[in-house]
């Protein structure tokens, strides 16, 4: 009887783990034209132009090689554009974590008196030809769906580090002695 029951739940098993670990397609944002579309509306206490310095500052700190990721930086309309890419991985079943392509993508980052809004779009897996990641979105398969939990953690995680990066340097009060 202990064998069957093991027998048993050794079959069920994978299909409640792998369960757990799908992402679910209505999960990613999508737009009226169903690409893929991350938006962040952020109301943080500053000027436009305080806003501006503050994202320059960031991304300075983020990406390796800020001059080449900001095609555009406009003071004037208040307006930076980021293009960068990052890699998708495959952990194989002997542990080792191999690179399975590189997922380009925008961010647009636009700045008003009282609020910023950070827009990520157009992400592009590079091959040979461009693939657009929402070719992925139909099947939701299994290659397809560790792609989009990568793609999803990527942005999200992005957008989590703006927010903290544009946040206002912390005023230390001078001690008096």
Known sequence: MKKKLIILLSLIAPFFISAQTDLSVSEIPLDEEGQIRYVELVKEDANATDLFKRCVKWINKEYKNPSSVTPTRDMVNKKIVIRHRFNLTQTL????????????????????????????????????????????????????SGNLQQLDAFAKEKLDRLKEGMKPPKVYKEEEW
């Open 93 to 144: 079943e002997s542990g080792t974590t191999t690179s399975t392509g590189q997922v380009m993508y925008d961010m647009e980052i636009r700045f008003k008196d009282g609020r910023y809004r950070a827009e990520m779009t157009n992400f592009v897996l590079k091959k040979t030809s461009k693939f657009p990641c929402e070719n992925w979105l139909p099947e939701g398969t299994a290659p397809n």
